[in-house]
């Protein structure tokens, strides 16, 4: 809801395997809340956050084929 939270939406299986990988690669993710809690992952507090946290995801997530 807030402009400073990130969100990626995809089907159920897909965001099982894709938190999976994240977790071996020591890429803590958040899920999302109420009905979408298996279907999307978010990042917020972008503060915290390095430039080198974001392209370590970013290529991840080019790695993962998303």
Do not use: C
């Not at 402009?3 to 990988?21: D, E, R």
Request: glycine share 8%; no cysteine; hydrophobic share 40%.
């Amino acid at each position: 809801r807030l402009p400073t939270v990130f969100t990626l939406a995809a089907k159920k299986t897909w965001m099982n395997g894709f938190f999976q990988a994240a977790e071996k690669q020591e890429i803590m993710l958040g899920k999302g809340y109420g009905l979408w809690n298996e279907t999307t992952f978010r990042i917020a507090n972008f503060p915290s956050h390095t430039t080198e946290d974001f392209n370590q995801l970013i290529e991840f997530i080019k790695h993962y084929g998303l």
